[in-house]
């Protein structure tokens, strides 16, 4: 039976290396094509959906969330402050760092815990499991996948090995 920490912690800290090695890809891009990488930063793959640098802010914050409440502790709060590809990448490691803090113990022992979060401005208690399977887990993948489509998008050779990852 796969536990919850199995299922959370090693696939985030997998999926974000792979998005700091995109990143790495986005930013020789733009020094070879002389483009000023701010203009990769805000690049967004519709007119109503955040640029890639709020894609990996969001990406980390589910990830780093979500390993807390299942820990039954209070997600640390971040300033959404970064203004290159290295504070992204700088801020992607300090996630990974932050979800390897944790032991399985500390996950798992979560399995049962209810979830309180504050989703537009109500109150929403969710039993832990559907929280990481239905809820974190997707928005997770839904703003990597995001982030690396806009690198794509902007003509960074990147590909599908590069978002799953060495096997």
């Keep these: 039976m796969l536990s919850m920490h199995a299922v959370s912690v090693p ?4 999926m974000l290396t792979n998005l700091s090695a995109i990143l790495d890809k986005a930013a020789a891009f733009a020094e070879t094509k002389k483009i000023e990488p701010k203009v990769l930063l805000d690049m967004r793959l ?26 039954g502790q209070e997600p640390p709060k971040w300033e959404d402050n ?7 990448k700088a801020r992607i490691a ?9 032991q399985a113990a500390d996950i798992d022992a979560g399995a049962q815990r209810q979830i309180t979060l504050q989703v537009r401005g ?17 928005n997770f993948y839904f703003h990597v996948t995001t982030a690396y489509a806009i690198l794509r998008h902007a003509g960074v050779d990147i590909g599908k090995r590069d978002f799953i990852g060495a096997i």
């Design 11 to 14: 696939v985030y800290a997998r």
């Design 46 to 71: 519709a007119p109503d959906m955040f640029p890639l640098t709020r894609q990996v802010q969001i990406a980390c914050d589910f990830a780093k969330g979500s390993v807390a409440r299942l820990a």
């Design 82 to 88: 970064e203004a290159s590809i290295a504070d992204l």
């Design 94 to 102: 300090r996630t990974i760092e932050f979800l390897q803090g944790f």
């Design 122 to 138: 109500e109150t929403k208690v969710v039993a832990a499991q559907p929280y990481l399977l239905t809820m974190a887990m997707p």
